[in-house]
């Protein structure tokens, strides 16, 4: 399977990639996360992420998938070079599936990947009248648009922007893999929780490395590890 790369930027918005990132963990695929440098970069929701490599070290063929997060300031992103040079290598490449969320599309808009091209945002209109980026014959008034190997999403509509992107690289999930719970019928049962029995050997092997890293006895015969 190949990986996903996510790109930085100052202020961009993890939550806005969470559910993306937690399905791609989830199915095992390998997320590398690129940045104009190896500085920290800071996201809109205040955590600190140090980014794996840098632009220069991307390698294409190592990747099906690239997913641009939204933006708090994206006027500045937008005017780093560093940025609009990364994405104009992709130009006219299309087997590699590009997801761009809230106002990223901004960023493809001035690296020319929009041309002739169907797709959404979530910026406000009097920025486009200011900075004209985005071909605006292109935008669909919508919260999902997929177009080819490119999908683009509004910010609320991260789940679905998920959902179409794991889809999109060829995981086996569903439209609805992050309804939420709101509205279900459920019972107790539903949330009882067990390893299928096929995996508890391996379970238990990764919990004793884990108790013998921290100094702690193995488990024994089923039971229950020391709890203090």
Known sequence: M??????LYPLFSMQEISCTTELFKFFDKEIVTFSAGREAVKSEDGFTILPDRA???????????????????PLPVMLDERNIRFLEQFRGDDDLVIASISSSPLLLGKAGLLESKKFTHGVFEEFLDAFPVVPREGVVRTYLVEDGNLITAYGGAFREFAAAVGRKVGLDCSET????????????????????PEDMEEAREYWDRCLEKAGRPPLRGGGAAVSH
């Open 177 to 196: 893999v992050f309804s939420g719970m709101a509205g279900e019928a459920y019972s107790e049962e539903d949330f009882i929780f067990h390893f299928p």
């Open 55 to 73: 632009f220069e070290e991307f390698r294409r063929e190592e990747f099906d998938c690239l997913v641009l997060p939204g933006i708090w300031e």
């Open 2 to 7: 190949k990986k996903a790369a996510i790109m």
